[in-house]
């Protein structure tokens, strides 16, 4: 067993939405003890279905935690290849789960709110619910909420004193581009959108915690920080990292019209029944953040508030704002 630099956090899934935020906001911690470098490596650099790409990996650059935000995202391909998304979600975070046990090194996973049935706990109303715990009863119904869950287990069984931190409703928003992170999200989409159509129909029947990538990514790194001065100790445990608050993608989507200095009127309601998709999306999947908080970490702050200052922070979105023209 042989670990490296003791501030050494290799991230996986470095192309990917919170791998490319776990490197950029170390870089913004610079400076700080731990948490101040994080080597993002993409899918040609670590393969999480090779397991010889996995130990070279560590080999190289000898970290002293890894977090692993790679994984198969695509959920409705996920239910025509659960094979595919098997192999990385499940088989490969097991792989990793091996390798770091073997090499003494502290390992983090993401997973998803999509190991949960989605049913409103209790089937009360999803706008008071108490949000699911990390040890309410799970049940996925997708695909990819399955190979995640399967992956959850593998990691643990492998490497108990991993931890496994489930988030949901990822974006980044406009700024994405800029930041050289390709595909989109719900936010960028709607950002989009409000430049292209008159209105826009969004489900209103799916209640979630929508999140911040960078600042989940942040909350990630103070994690490790704090870990590493012996302040907190999250080995072994499963925690919720997510935006506070609750939100449907509608309630998202006219907030983001509105902060674009657009009429969020322009967003009109629909159900899931309107929207029919491969994967069927959870009516309910509003995290606690009581585990987080129970570690002794510092909430993640009001998804609200997060969309603000996305939106606020993203280039050429203000000149956006400024333009009331329903139609670009
Ligand atoms: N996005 C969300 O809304 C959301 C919600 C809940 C939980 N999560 C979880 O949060 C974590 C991070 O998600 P994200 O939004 O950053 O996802 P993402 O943007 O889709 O990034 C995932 C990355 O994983 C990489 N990858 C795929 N297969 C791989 C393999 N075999 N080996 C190594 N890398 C591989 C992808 O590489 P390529 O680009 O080459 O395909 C991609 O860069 C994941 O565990 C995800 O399940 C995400």
Redesign the pocket.
């Known amino acids: 067993m042989s670990v490296g630099h003791p501030d050494a956090i290799l991230a ?10 776990l490197a950029r906001s170390a870089g913004a911690r610079a400076g700080a003890r731990a948490g101040a470098r994080v080597v993002a ?4 650099e ?5 397991p010889g ?1 996995i130990a070279a990996a560590l080999d190289r650059h000898r970290p002293r935690v890894v977090i ?7 959920v409705d391909g996920a239910e025509s290849d659960e094979a595919a998304a098997r ?3 499940a088989a ?1 975070a097991g792989s990793l789960g091996l390798a770091c046990r073997d090499r003494g090194i502290r390992l983090i ?6 190991v949960f049935s989605g049913e409103v706990p209790g089937g009360g109303d999803p706008a008071t619910a108490p949000g699911v715990e990390p040890d309410d009863p799970t049940g996925p119904a997708t695909a ?1 909420g399955r190979t ?1 869950l399967a ?1 959850e287990l593998a990691v643990l069984a492998a490497h108990p004193e991993a931890t496994v931190i ?6 980044t928003g406009p700024g994405r581009r800029g930041q050289g ?3 989109s ?2 936010v960028d989409t709607m950002a989009r959108l409000e430049g292209q159509r008159d209105t826009v129909s969004v489900v209103d029947d799916q209640w979630g915690s929508p ?1 911040h ?1 960078p600042t989940l990514a942040a909350a990630i790194l103070e994690m490790v920080a704090l870990e590493a001065d012996g302040a907190v100790d999250t080995r072994g445990l499963v925690l919720h990292a ?1 935006g506070s608050g609750r939100a449907t993608w509608c309630e998202v989507a006219r907030r983001t019209f509105a902060h674009l200095g657009a009429d969020p009127d322009r967003v009109t309601p629909c159900t899931t029944a309107d929207f029919p998709r491969p994967a069927p999306r959870p009516a309910f999947s509003v995290l606690s953040g009581r585990s987080w908080e129970d570690a002794g970490l510092a909430p993640l702050p009001d998804w609200g508030e997060s969309l603000r200052a996305a939106l606020a922070s993203a280039p050429g979105v203000v000149g956006a704002a400024s333009s009331s023209s329903p139609l670009r």
């Open positions: 996986t899934g470095g192309g990917g939405q919170l791998g490319h935020h490596l993409g899918r040609r670590l393969d999480l279905t090779d790409s692993n935000a790679a994984a198969y995202t695509d192999a990385v979600n490969g996973h993401l997973s998803t709110d999509y990819y995640k992956g489930r988030t949901a409703w990822v974006y992170l390709s595909g999200d719900f999140t990538a997510a």
